[in-house]
């Protein structure tokens, strides 16, 4: 994968489970894989989409600070240039907060991370 010439970027996707004292981005991307794009570091790192599942937070506030702190982290910790979240303002997935819902809680919440 990281090997190929013609890739323009690496794309991540991260759903962290429950809240963020109980998930680490670091064993979510642990692997022989993830080992080799750090160490060539030759490509972009995105995470192309980030989001959370209702079920798994007691709250949008919950959910909101998680996802905060998870693209603090990416870009401080990890190196990705950017992120993106899904889904910004579509109801057809009900079991993920998006980030308009309750007034743009989540929204909100990243402005600045």
């Known amino acids: 994968l990281v090997g190929l010439p013609s890739l323009?970027?690496?794309?991540?996707?991260?759903?962290?489970?429950?809240?963020?004292?109980?998930?680490?981005?670091?064993q979510?991307?642990?692997?022989?894989?993830?080992s080799d794009v750090l160490a060539q570091q030759k490509h972009p790192?995105?995470?192309?989409e980030f989001g959370a599942f209702k079920r798994f937070y007691p709250?949008?506030?919950?959910?909101?600070?998680?996802?905060?702190v998870l693209a603090q982290n990416s870009t401080t910790r990890f190196g990705f240039a950017g992120w993106l979240c899904w889904t910004w303002d579509t109801y057809e997935q009900p079991f993920l907060f998006?980030?308009?819902?309750?007034?743009?809680?989540?929204?909100?919440?990243?402005?600045?991370?």
């Not at 709250?59 to 905060?68: E, F, G, N, V």
């Open 45 to 48: 790192l995105l995470m192309g």
């Open 59 to 68: 709250s949008i506030q919950a959910a909101a600070h998680t996802m905060r």
């Open 98 to 113: 998006n980030m308009v819902e309750d007034g743009g809680v989540i929204a909100s919440a990243l402005q600045g991370a």
């Open 8 to 26: 323009g970027y690496v794309d991540v996707h991260v759903y962290p489970v429950n809240n963020i004292s109980q998930w680490n981005t670091q």
């Open 28 to 34: 979510d991307l642990d692997s022989d894989l993830w």
